[in-house]
């Protein structure tokens, strides 16, 4: 009596049984699904799409169930492949880093909007983590000079391969909190994505995969906030300018803080979501 095979384990039926399973856990299953599965050939995504017949190996299927496992935890994609495109361009991140999201492309673009491409200027990204908002501005404007700073040791050197892989050499990585390492320094703009979730707040939870120190700023989510308030406009230069991220439903709050330290000119944009993100302030 012949015994029955098995069906074969193609990519177009390992991705929709993988998707399946991450939609418990995920708002783009497909696509953690697809950049997995990719990431575990070691392949283009697109490569998924032309070759939906192709059976994986024994080793790939299992390499792919436990990452698939990894995600269904909660763990973020980028974590798992060690990389994150922000501005179009492939980052490193790990465990000591935020995952770049796309709501900080909001402020990058707000920033070179005012940036002027024909003359140098003097930069500050306060608080870097991956490097990603620093290495965007940094590619986009090369005649820049960029100082980047962060408390984390860590962060910092993962900041630092990814300059290094661009082939970026107009960015200087400092480590201290905010301000404080260029106290007797002036820039012409000053950027951040500081913390400003709420301790407390459930969606830390969800987060928790990510450094707690780079997302919660005290019982209102802007400690951090009111420390860059108070300080950037010391090292800002005349008709200088500064952008902050924030929580969508912070801007009025945010505007309130920067007013009580002497702001004006409050502007917030909305991210491609439409929600509020960015202010910018003049001092």
């Known amino acids: 009596m012949c015994q029955k095979s098995l069906p074969a384990i193609t990519i177009e039926k390992t991705l929709a049984d993988a998707a ?21 050939l070691d392949a283009p995504r697109n490569h998924l799409f032309t070759h939906p017949e192709e059976e994986l190996n024994d080793e790939s299927a299992r390499e792919f169930s436990d990452v698939l496992a990894r995600r269904h ?6 974590y798992i492949t060690g990389s994150k495109e922000f501005w179009s361009l492939l980052l ?39 490097g990603a908002i620093a290495i965007a501005i940094a590619s986009e404007r090369p005649n820049c000079e960029i100082v980047a ?15 290094k892989q661009h082939g970026l050499d107009n960015i200087r990585f400092v480590e201290g909190t905010w301000t404080e390492p260029v106290a007797d ?9 500081p913390p400003y979730v709420r301790v407390g707040d459930p969606a830390l939870d969800e987060l928790r995969y990510e450094p707690r120190s780079a997302l919660a700023a005290g019982p209102d989510g802007l400690d951090a906030i009111r420390r860059i308030a108070e300080d950037a406009g010391n ?21 309130d803080v920067l007013r009580q330290n002497g702001w004006t000119g409050m502007e917030c944009s909305n991210d491609l979501a439409g929600r509020p993100r960015v202010t910018k302030a003049t001092r």
């Open 185 to 193: 320094k002036s820039f012409d703009f000053v950027v951040s994505n």
């Open 92 to 130: 490193k991140v790990n465990r000591d880093t935020l995952v770049p999201r796309p709501e900080t492309e909001t402020l990058v673009e707000q920033a070179l909007l005012l940036i002027p491409r024909d003359r140098p200027c003097r930069i500050l990204d306060l608080g870097t983590g991956s």
């Open 20 to 40: 399946e399973k991450l939609a418990e856990v995920s708002d783009s299953p497909r696509l953690d699904a697809e950049t997995l599965l990719a990431w575990v």
């Open 235 to 255: 090292i800002l230069a005349a008709n200088g300018t500064l952008f902050l991220e924030h929580g969508a439903d912070q801007q009025n709050a945010v505007a």
């Open 149 to 163: 700073t962060d408390a984390s040791r860590d962060a910092l050197e993962v900041a630092k391969e990814n300059a």
């Open 73 to 78: 935890q909660g763990e973020p994609v980028a």
